[in-house]
């Protein structure tokens, strides 16, 4: 099935807004949560997002496996990208 562009990125705001908020609740609750809760939302946060895009897309195990690794791996270069530019930024302005 063919999807339009608005209909990826209303999937990928309602992720963001499940990862914005549960990491909202754990700074909320920063002093009362310990490490070991902290890491086990970020694994079921993962689980999470591969079971939506299995879905949400409508695809097998590991075509969705191989999709969410594709499009973890450049989320997390942008994002490093993004601090690291942001960072330069701030030292050079400051």
Excluded at 8 to 22: A, N, P
Excluded at 65 to 88: C, E, H, S
């Amino acid at each position: 099935r063919e999807y339009f562009y608005y209909e990826h990125l209303v999937f990928s705001f309602h992720t963001h807004t499940f990862v914005f908020l549960l990491f909202a609740i754990l700074m909320a609750l920063g002093k009362y949560v310990s490490g070991n809760l902290a890491g086990a939302c970020i694994l079921l946060l993962a689980l999470y997002l591969f079971l939506a895009m299995k879905r949400f897309y409508r695809q097998g195990w590991a075509k969705t496996f191989l999709k969410f690794a594709i499009a973890n791996f450049v989320y997390f270069f942008v994002f490093t990208a993004a601090i690291t530019l942001t960072a330069l930024a701030s030292v050079a302005l400051f």
